[in-house]
Every structure is written in structure tokens, then in C-alpha cells.
């Protein structure tokens, strides 16, 4: 009897080590760049990319979209260029010819009140600034204006009509685009209630001459 009660004993804990290492080991992580291959984001990251792609039935098969749906920290591996965002539980990787193409993901893990959002968006554009990322030269496309409570005023009612964002370049390599927007009960125009959702989407430059 008491052996039986040992054994059992060590399963449980065998057990409970096994869950809180599991639940406590933190998000997955992904390493990419556009035009880094499959294989190599594959090897790179904790996150299991290739069990979460989508494989196209073309002759050889092929990466189609990479989803993510669960915790996981996301480095754009650019050696000059590059970032980690906070984490997240959303995004997609798109894949063409064995290289990523397209990264779309929200750098949170839920919509969030304004000033939380703002918050996380000055911290972003800081980062992207300090990376060498600068806004497409074009009329109306700047780094979004939240320094004074002037400015955020402005934008908070402005998200309760439409999304605004910024497009930034590395010239002729990447692009990136920074979007925030109203996304929970936003009909309602009430400042204390609406939440708040930021998007990122990286790609190839297509924007410069």
C-alpha cells in the first residue's frame, strides 16, 4: 500500500511539474524578415511554424499562410533594420516561392481603453524611429501625433469615424504599416468605454520610385 501511495504520489508531481512548466514557459517565439525562407523562419523560432501553415497542393507543395492564434513574440530579425514586438495572439505570415512576403499582426494581446493603446503606439513608433523606419514622403503620411493631450483628443475623435495609420519605408527593401482604430463599442462615441485595437503589416517596398 505504501508503494502504491508513493507511486502515485510521484505521478502527481510528475504531473503538476509538467503543466507549470508548460503554462509558465511564456509566448512562443517567431524570428523573420520578408524574404527570409520558410525553412529557415521554421528552424529559427520556438513557435511551430511549420504544424500552423497552410500548405498549397501545387506540384511540389508549398507554403501558403502561416496563422498564428496563440501567444507568441514576434522579432523581425533584420540585422540593421530590425524589432520585437510585444506580444500577441494574432497574425499571418504569407509565403511565396519558400520566402515570406507579408507579415500582418496586432503587437497586443486584446483590445485595450485609449490611453493604453496611445501608450503602446508612442512606444512603437520610438522603436521603429530608432530602427531607421521613416514615413513614406508623401502629402498626410507622418508619424502619428500624440505628444500633447491636444493631440490626443484629436485622434481619439478621429478614430471614432475611421482608422489612421502611417506607412513607413526602408527605401527599396520594406515597407511597414502602423495602424490603430476603434474596434469595441464604438457606435456608442463614448471615450471611456470604446477599446482600441493597433495593427502592423510589413511587406516589400512597393511605395518607392
Known sequence: MFKRN??????????????AFYFGRGPEHIAIHIGKSFDTV?????????????????DPPHPSS?????????????????????ATQFGAIGWSEFKAITLTTSPMMETVPFEQAVKLL???QQMFKKAGW??????GNDWLKIETDEDKVRLQAKLFEQLDGVILLIPHKYSLILHIKCYVRCD??????????????????????
Open 6 to 19: 508513493s507511486y502515485g504520489a510521484v505521478v502527481v508531481l510528475l504531473v503538476a511539474a509538467a503543466l
Open 42 to 58: 521554421a528552424s529559427d523560432s520556438t513557435f511551430p511554424v511549420k504544424d500552423e501553415t497552410a500548405i498549397y497542393p501545387s
Open 66 to 86: 502561416t496563422w498564428i492564434s496563440t501567444p507568441v513574440v514576434i522579432t523581425f530579425d533584420d540585422k540593421q533594420h530590425g524589432f520585437t514586438l510585444p
Open 122 to 124: 508612442d512606444e512603437l
Open 134 to 139: 521613416a514615413p513614406e514622403s508623401v502629402q
Open 188 to 209: 456608442e462615441r463614448n471615450t471611456e468605454t470604446a477599446k482600441y485595437l493597433i495593427d502592423v503589416g510589413l511587406g516589400e517596398d512597393h511605395f518607392s520610385d
